[in-house]
């Protein structure tokens, strides 16, 4: 078992647990995963787009996954009532993607881990089944679902993100 340390902030999920300790520790690590593939670079490399057209970088995923902790924990599980995104409007439904180029990135990160924050805080200590204050598309949603729904988010993108890394400086790793 790995333990977070300042160059690999990941802590390994524990090889056997209740399914709620699975759940949240696998999303824990790839969460971690993220901020280990952002670490070290300036906010010009965080930027950077992957191939034109497309408006992939670093830190629009960072971005996205703030959207996407921010909707999923405080919009569906929780059921409070917020008014747009952080990042993007009805008009520009891909603002978390396409303005980063004058982004404030620690602001960005910062609005990034409190989402984080908030969505630890919205699930703590809810049982698995727990159904959600707000459908989904008209149907339930647990937090078992959403819980392995962040999990899948977070590993495409991070799979992005190892892509994107190494196209900036060549690093690989998990």
Not at 10 to 37: G, I, N, Q
Not at 138 to 150: F, S
Not at 161 to 170: M, Y
Request: glycine content about 6%; charged content about 30%; aromatic content about 6%.
């Amino acid at each position: 078992m790995s333990r977070m340390t300042e160059s690999n902030p990941r802590v390994d999920p524990p090889m056997a647990a209740d399914e709620a300790a699975t759940l949240t520790s696998f999303l824990d690590y790839h969460r971690a995963t993220l901020a280990l593939k952002c670490e070290g670079l300036t906010d010009d490399q965080l930027r950077l787009r992957s191939v034109p057209p497309s408006s992939l970088s670093l830190l629009g995923l960072v971005r996205h996954m703030a959207e996407v902790e921010r909707y999923w924990f405080r919009a569906i599980l929780s059921g409070e009532e917020l008014t747009g995104g952080i990042y993007w409007t009805e008009a520009d439904p891909d603002g978390d993607f396409d303005h980063v180029d004058t982004a404030d990135v620690a602001a960005d990160f910062a609005a990034w881990r409190s989402e984080v924050e908030a969505a630890r805080a919205a699930a703590a200590g809810l049982p698995l089944d727990t159904v959600a204050k707000r459908p989904r598309r008209g149907e339930e949603v647990t937090l078992r679902w959403i819980l392995a729904h962040m999990v899948e988010e977070y590993a495409r993108h991070n799979g992005h993100a190892d892509l994107l890394r190494e196209l900036i400086d060549g690093a690989t790793g998990e």
